[in-house]
């Protein structure tokens, strides 16, 4: 990866110029049986559209902060870095009365109406679908998000020294994010390209978002993210670590 890196969004661009094809992040739930893989490319061009969401449809400026309550979801990876390609404040798990914007699984619409900004709701269902009833006062991601641009470009350069990530009370500016997830790789047996991780970790602890997401990213390796991994046999778990070639495992 590009040692020059500052940022979360950074990252993501260095990955997609190295190997764009490659997959970055494969996404398990076993309560539903859903598995997703997305490429490199596949993974930006999510990000891009998200964050022109962000900027265009939703205002978002840097230093906005945005209350993500989102469990370990690949739609939830895709949030944290459109956050970070804004400028804005991914507040993991955080308080959406003290949010500009809030965005909300299923489980957590009621705790989400205390944010007087714009509302976005994830249905988290496959494939990236929609509410069957889109919730009331709420955007539905999966119907805002196909028509945004699929290139993005921020208004204002995002400067890595801002702060750009809230996780379980605590603060970390862009550089910050960078600069721990790649000094975290090497305990997590990622060292380099063709490294792929499993994480079974929820996304509201540092170690969860470094073993689900920053790491990988940081180190050209991907991630196999795993929602509910507790539902799955330990016989099939290890039928999965070899069917997706995973070299590493955090859960």
């Excluded at 805002?144 to 699929?150: A, I, L, R, S, T």
Aim: charged fraction near 20%; hydrophobic fraction near 45%.
């Amino acid at each position: 990866m590009n040692a020059t890196d500052r940022t979360p969004a950074d990252l993501l661009r260095s990955a997609l110029a190295a190997d764009p094809a490659r997959p970055l992040v494969t996404f398990y739930d076993d309560a539903t049986g859903e598995r997703v893989e997305l490429s490199v490319a596949t993974f930006a061009n999510w990000v891009a559209k998200t964050a022109n969401l962000l900027q265009g449809e939703l205002s978002v400026e840097p230093g906005d902060r945005v209350a993500l309550l989102l469990p370990a979801h690949w739609q939830t990876a895709v949030w944290l870095l459109a956050c970070a390609s804004v400028g804005a404040v991914a507040d993991v798990a955080g308080t959406p009365g003290a949010a500009d914007v809030v965005v909300s699984g299923p489980e957590s619409l009621e705790a989400a109406r205390a944010c007087s900004g714009e509302r976005v709701a994830l249905a988290l269902r496959p494939l990236g679908g929609r509410f069957p009833q889109p919730p009331e006062g709420f955007l539905d991601y999966a119907v805002e998000v196909p028509g945004q641009g699929d290139l993005f470009r921020p208004y204002a350069p995002v400067d890595p020294e801002e702060p750009a990530l809230i996780v379980a009370g605590r603060e970390f500016s862009g550089a910050e994010v960078v600069e721990r997830a790649r000094a975290d790789a090497p305990g997590l047996g990622l060292t380099g390209p063709g490294s792929r991780l499993l994480s079974g970790l929820p996304y509201d602890t540092w170690d969860g978002l470094a073993a689900g997401l920053y790491a990988p990213l940081a180190t050209g390796s991907s991630v196999v993210l795993c929602r509910n991994l507790e539902a799955l046999p330990e016989e099939r778990l290890t039928q999965r670590v070899e069917a997706e070639r995973v070299t590493a495992t955090a859960r």
